[in-house]
Nanobody, 124 residues
Framework: QVQLVESGGGLVQAGDSLRLSCAAS????????MGWFRQAPGKEREFVAR????????YYADSVKGRFTISRDNAKNTIYLQMNSLKPEDTAVYYC?????????????????WGQGTQVTVSS
């Protein structure tokens, strides 16, 4: 059983930065691409970023490109999401997820294990 535990969320002001972490259990962490999603109240869960197994390929939603950076440390079984220049519209619960190792990367259906989420609130 894979467990994913997010941390690092909080309440910040617009323009501030936060770094989210997601620690994974299991010995096969480096065999899977990983992703970050977010879900705001009343909205569907949306793709934020994806990183390949080795960390050399990344993808971002247009809304966060240039502000957010996804990274991973396979020795620590952890992925990160560095969020800079935060905006009120970034307010959401952020989830990390393990990819299914299929072609798709942007749909929640492309992921099989999820963390419990961490709240990020950006005030204006």
């Amino acid at each position: 059983q894979v467990q994913l535990v997010e941390s690092g969320g909080g309440l910040v002001q617009a323009g501030d930065s936060l770094r989210l972490s997601c620690a994974a259990s299991g010995r096969t962490f480096s065999s899977y691409g990983m992703g970050w999603f977010r879900q705001a109240p009343g909205k569907e869960r949306e793709f934020v970023a994806r990183i390949s197994r080795s960390g050399d390929i990344t993808y971002y939603a247009d809304s966060v490109k240039g502000r957010f950076t996804i990274s991973r440390d396979n020795a620590k079984n952890t992925i990160y999401l560095q969020m800079n220049s935060l905006k009120p519209e970034d307010t959401a619960v952020y989830y990390c997820a393990r990819g299914r190792n299929i072609v798709g990367i942007r749909s929640p259906h492309d992921y099989d294990y999820w963390g419990q989420g961490t709240q990020v609130t950006v005030s204006s």
